[in-house]
């Protein structure tokens, strides 16, 4: 058995705002415009909405930013989800995965991940998958399946993230021979 004392590896992970949430950030910036100026027309109480409006969008843009934080450590693998204003911050611990219990790890859609793809879903209702990707249609994301421990003892995991190239290395110092599909940096 290999030591992994010496793996320490971090990253984080902007996830992209979807379309639908800008379109209502756009909508609740008319809305105090529309405030503002019913407020210069009609009167001191219109300033209440406006300002209502113009912090429920900032709080809302606020909530909807997300952060994954990867963070290898040995060979636990920790994911916290990170989201809210810089003064409220809300942070998760997303999952914990063992990675001496990974199965394949490859690019998504990759050939190697085949068989545990195959393995997983039979598996059927057993299975859980985690998507702690940045939701970047642009970048391709890379797919682990593993063997929960813990509370999804035995459970097929199945976890689509986007590594670094350098927390790719220190995956595959731990598993070198369930890593692949990666060209060498």
């Given at each position: 058995?290999?030591?992994?004392?010496?793996?320490?590896?971090?990253?984080?992970?902007?996830?992209?705002?979807?379309?639908?949430?800008?379109?209502?950030?756009?909508?609740?910036?008319?809305?105090?415009?529309?405030?503002?100026?019913?407020?210069?027309?009609?009167g001191?109480l219109?300033?209440f909405?406006?300002?209502?409006?113009?912090?429920?969008?900032w709080?809302?843009?606020?909530?909807a930013?997300?952060?994954?934080?990867?963070?290898?450590?040995g060979?636990?693998?920790?994911?916290?989800?990170?989201?809210?204003?810089?003064s409220?911050?809300?942070?998760?611990?997303?999952?914990e995965?063992?990675m001496?219990?990974?199965?394949?790890?490859?690019?998504?859609?990759?050939?190697?991940?085949?068989?545990?793809?195959?393995?997983?879903?039979?598996?059927?209702?057993?299975?859980?998958?985690?998507?702690?990707?940045?939701?970047?249609?642009?970048?391709?994301?890379?797919?682990?399946?593993?063997?929960?421990?813990?509370?999804?003892?035995?459970?097929?995991?199945?976890?689509?993230?986007?590594?670094?190239?350098?927390?790719?290395?220190?995956?595959?110092?731990?598993?070198?021979?369930?890593?692949?599909?990666?060209?060498?940096?």
């Open positions: 058995m290999a030591a992994y004392e010496d793996i320490l590896c971090a990253q984080s992970v902007n996830r992209r705002i979807p379309g639908h949430v800008r379109v209502i950030q756009w909508m609740l910036y008319g809305a105090v415009a529309v405030f503002t100026v019913a407020g210069a027309m009609g001191f219109w300033l909405p406006a300002l209502g409006t113009l912090f429920g969008s709080y809302y843009m606020g909530t930013r997300v952060t994954y934080e990867y963070r290898l450590e060979a636990q693998f920790t994911v916290e989800r990170v989201s809210g204003l810089k409220r911050r809300k942070v998760v611990r997303f999952g995965f063992d001496t219990k990974l199965i394949a790890m490859a690019p998504e859609g990759s050939a190697a991940l085949d068989e545990a793809e195959k393995a997983s879903l039979n598996a059927g209702s057993k299975r859980i998958t985690y998507d702690i990707s940045a939701h970047d249609p642009d970048n391709i994301c890379s797919v682990m399946y593993l063997t929960g421990v813990g509370p999804e003892q035995g459970r097929p995991l199945k976890v689509i993230f986007q590594p670094s190239p350098e927390m790719r290395d220190c995956i595959a110092r731990i598993a070198p021979d369930r890593v692949a599909g990666y060209e060498k940096q």
